[in-house]
């Protein structure tokens, strides 16, 4: 197990259970959200460290017990909406409470035969990859004194729509990738098959306000005092799997 880390444990494991065919099991139809993270789940086990799996609507899905780190993990149905994702409760980040955070991303046949199904392609992702900022803490809040009477509350319950990595990427699609910022140590077991910049924007949101008569919403943007900074992340996967390269997606 590499030192600090075990997300290149993990990445293995998941691996090894795709081309195992160790395949995605819903208890039922309607279950869209606890079936990916289950299989995931399953691979952590396999693993010899202790994690706190938590309950809806807690960031991340996965607390590790002896690293600083964390998992948090998204099932996409493809084809579908794979482009970008709601995240409810909290915006990504490569750092929450003291760990690491990393993203696993997996995509599963929209429509499948029956309550078992395969891995289409995964992407397991450093959370600086999404979002560098580590600053941001997210709060609800909420005003009174709405509507007639006064007696309404008003409640800013934020959601955040994010990239996911297989927008952000070329050569990640069929594949099992692992990227993570290039300052990290790799391992021997792994190959590099792509070295990715994401740089930062020109300006940030810094709030927005809403026109309850027009309905109207408004971002308030200041100038980026890190415009221009780039992050570095070195994109892997195991010796044993396809070298195709991977680059950053080109926008538009």
């Known amino acids: 197990m590499t ?26 139809k309607k279950d869209k959200e606890f079936h990916f993270q289950n299989w995931v789940e399953e691979r952590l086990e396999n693993i010899s460290v202790h994690f706190e799996g938590s309950g809806r609507n807690t960031y991340p899905d996965f607390s590790l017990v002896e690293y600083a780190e964390g998992y948090e993990i998204k099932g996409l149905a493809w084809p579908g909406r794979e482009r970008d994702y709601d995240s409810n409760s909290q915006v990504p980040t490569g750092h929450h409470n003291g760990r690491k955070i990393f993203y696993v991303f997996g995509r599963y046949p929209k429509d499948p035969d029956g309550l078992e199904y395969p891995v289409v392609d995964l992407v397991m992702c450093h959370g600086d990859f999404l979002n560098a900022d580590h600053n941001y803490v997210h709060k609800n809040k909420s005003v009174k004194g709405f509507g007639t009477y006064g007696d309404i509350m008003i409640r800013d319950r934020k959601m955040y729509v994010a990239p996911t990595p297989f927008a952000l990427t070329e050569g990640t699609t069929g594949l099992m990738t692992l990227i993570l910022p290039a300052n990290m140590d790799g391992d021997s077991r792994f190959q590099e098959v792509g070295s990715i910049t994401r740089t930062e924007a020109e300006n940030l949101v810094v709030g927005y306000t809403f026109d309850l008569r027009t309905n109207e919403l408004k971002a308030d943007l200041v100038p980026n005092p890190n415009a221009g900074k780039e992050h570095h992340f070195t994109a892997y996967r195991l010796l044993s799997q396809s070298n195709k390269p991977v680059t950053l997606a080109c926008k538009g």
């Open 3 to 28: 030192s600090g880390t075990i997300c290149f444990d993990l990445f293995e494991q998941c691996v090894k259970a795709v081309q195992g065919g160790e395949l995605i099991k819903s208890a039922h």
